[in-house]
């Protein structure tokens, strides 16, 4: 007997039901699925309305009364909703692959106003620049193949987390207080953990990797890394550590804490870079990207954090550090620290630390294409349940795209006929 063949709208079906099998409320599931195609439909704006107009046209007040309130005032538990869009594409990733990496990163959603939750003016990434936004924390899930977002978590700043107004106006929750990013991350690799997904050496971008504490966190809790840092940071030439402590004079407390000396001290990473032979650098390919191979010249070397060791009794482990110096450049760019084991080749850890291209991508995608950056409420638990209904949606395309080879389009989700006559509120009259 022949097989039959799934076909894309059974595989969407499917997974709808999954997902609202752990909303609460079968109530909840119509205005899921209208959300998720809203947000898989072709569109330039996918707010609320826009998104309601394509699905019922001929009902746009009332798809879009109960899509809202669905998506920033149902209480449905994001954390389940992702955990069911993590699994879906996971039983995909792994055909390809086992999970290569944890990348942690943060993106930027530039916003007007000040009301919106966790506004405010700081770093955003996509412009590059100091700017009113709001900045969410993930960690997604990688391989060579494909990755998706696992974690998603609004970066509440200081002044909002104090302001016991503006948080009421947003609902924030009583348990939320202010949190660095890196603090937030660890939170979130403590759900990964709990939640016994497949572990993978973590990476991220200085932001979070220059922050000694950070390590030392993941390290306790048994996790590799492989972290940025800046050339600033300083470490223990190869075959150098501290000095011991000073020797017991026999009199008071045994000293414990390890020296310097001006002869004897650390080096930046970026002057230890400058002073190594050009025969230690190696150019290495890592991936086939738009323009051509990917290379660039690597040297890892064997060394030892020296960050506050001077308050410590033993010497910080050695790690590997990694540094990349294009050809083209005038001096080393990018700057790496990892726990991984001596066994790990210089080839391996570029193409690990590479990885977050791919993180950088599934945002990209997220905003351009699903909206991740269109959502139009103010709420806490707006934010959230948009964000990862967009990372819903995303793990479903990621899923086909994993599944098919050539990937197909999601063709099957159209747009309903519009009615004779009908215009969108607030578009232009025309002539």
Known sequence: MARRTVSDEEWFAE???QLGAVLGHADRRPPLEAYLTGLLLPGKRKSVEPMAAKIEPRRVRACHQSMHHFVANAPWDD????????????????????VGAWLIDDTGIPKKGRHSVGVARQYCGVLGKRANCQ??????LANATMSVPCFYQ?????????????????????????????????SGLDDLLAEQLPQAPV????????????????????????????????????????????????????????????????????????????????TVNWREGTRGLMQSRFVMKRVRPAHRDRERSEPRPHEWLLVEWPRNEPEPTKYWLSNLTKRATLDEMVRL?????????????????????????????????????????????????ARLSPPAPVAFLRPAALPQGFRPRGAATSA
């Open 154 to 186: 609004l970066y509440l700043p200081e002044t909002w987390a104090k302001d016991r107004v503006r948080r009421a106006e947003a609902y924030v929750p009583d348990e939320v207080r202010f949190q660095t990013k890196w603090r937030i991350a660890l």
């Open 353 to 401: 630390v590479k990885l977050r291209w791919r993180v950088e991508r599934d945002f990209q995608e997220l905003k351009d294409e699903l909206g991740l950056d269109h959502y139009e409420g103010r709420g806490w638990r707006g934010f959230h349940h948009h964000g990862v209904l967009c990372i819903a949606a995303y793990a479903f395309l990621a899923a086909e795209r």
């Open 203 to 282: 990476v991220a971008d200085a932001g979070y990797g220059d922050v000694t504490e950070f390590r030392d966190e993941l390290t306790e809790r048994g996790l590799g890394y492989a972290v940025g840092i800046k050339a600033e940071t300083t470490v223990w030439r190869p075959g150098q550590q501290p000095l011991p402590p000073k020797p017991y004079s026999g009199k008071g407390r045994r000293p414990k804490k390890l020296r310097r000396s001006a002869e004897h001290h650390p080096i930046a990473a970026g002057q230890f870079a400058l002073e190594l032979p050009k025969r230690a650098w190696s």
């Open 15 to 17: 997974y709808v039901e």
């Open 79 to 98: 954390d389940a909703v992702l955990g069911v869009a993590v699994d879906y594409v996971l039983a995909q990733m792994v055909r390809h692959g086992s």
């Open 135 to 140: 900045v969410a924390v993930a960690i997604s």
